[in-house]
Antibody
Framework: QVQLQESGPGLVRPSETLSLTCSVSGYSITAGYCWGWIRQPPGKGLQWIGSVCQNGGTYYNPSLRRRVSISVDTSKNQFSLRLNSVTAADTATFYC???????????????????WGKGTTVTVSS | QSALTQPASVSGSPGQSISISCTGTRSDVGAYNYVSWYQQYPGKAPQLIIFDVTRRPSWISSRFSGSKSGNTASLTISGLQAEDEADYFCSSYTSTDTPFVFGSGTKVTVL
């Protein structure tokens, strides 16, 4: 049974860096799939943040690209999110997810998220 | 890239069928069969219920079905039950700068 679990601080100061880790159990992150982050501000909808894929490539939401990075630690079967220069607008529940994808003309097309973590709430406040 | 457009709310009585629309463009819903749907209960993570427009994970009830026509995808819930009261989000791959986008979300109320 594949399980994902987010971890990280629940409170981050404005202008600092938000760092979260997703620990994967029951499946090797090198065996396939993309691995992504999604966030949901309180009372609002879902926003795809970005993904890291089996080919080592990373894909980001352009609205966050200048501030975000996603990396993989294969030795720990984990992947991580870093979001720089946070503001109150970054307050949200953050989910990690396993993402199915297709390859079309050598391009990765992210398709759907079939396994999700339970989510972790991050508040940006001084 | 704007979110795919969904109605804010849909309601129905137990046993009825309801449909939720998800309107995109020729760059996403209209161009690719990569539409998926998620069910989310309050305080819980989303759960995949439909992928590839019409396919359903094995553990999801057959009361849930998906379809697509042009730039609009739809989720239909048949035989509405109290447990179906939740938020529903669609999503799609897009060929724009943002490679993946979610819908705005629909709250389903069982009357």
């Amino acid at each position: 049974q594949v399980q994902l679990q987010e971890s990280g601080p629940g409170l981050v100061r404005p202008s600092e860096t938000l760092s979260l880790t997703c620990s994967v159990s029951g499946y090797s992150i090198t065996a396939g799939y993309c691995w992504g982050w999604i966030r949901q501000p309180p009372g609002k909808g879902l926003q795809w943040i970005g993904s890291v894929c089996q080919n080592g490539g990373t894909y980001y939401n352009p609205s966050l690209r200048r501030r975000v990075s996603i990396s993989v630690d294969t030795s720990k079967n984990q992947f991580s999110l870093r979001l720089n220069s946070v503001t109150a607008a970054d307050t949200a529940t953050f989910y990690c997810a396993r993402e199915s994808y297709d390859i079309v003309t050598a391009q990765i097309l992210i398709n759907y998220m079939d396994v999700w973590g339970k989510g972790t709430t991050v508040t940006v406040s001084s | 890239q704007s979110a795919l457009t969904q109605p804010a709310s849909v309601s129905g009585s137990p046993g009825q069928s309801i449909s939720i629309s998800c309107t995109g463009t020729r760059s996403d819903v209209g161009a690719y069969n990569y539409v998926s749907w998620y069910q989310q209960y309050p305080g819980k993570a989303p759960q995949l219920i439909i992928f590839d427009v019409t396919r359903r994970p094995s553990w999801i009830s057959s009361r849930f079905s998906g379809s697509k026509s042009g730039n609009t995808a739809s989720l239909t819930i048949s035989g509405l039950q109290a447990e179906d009261e939740a938020d529903y989000f669609c999503s799609s791959y897009t060929s724009t700068d943002t490679p993946f986008v979610f819908g705005s979300g629909t709250k389903v109320t069982v009357l």
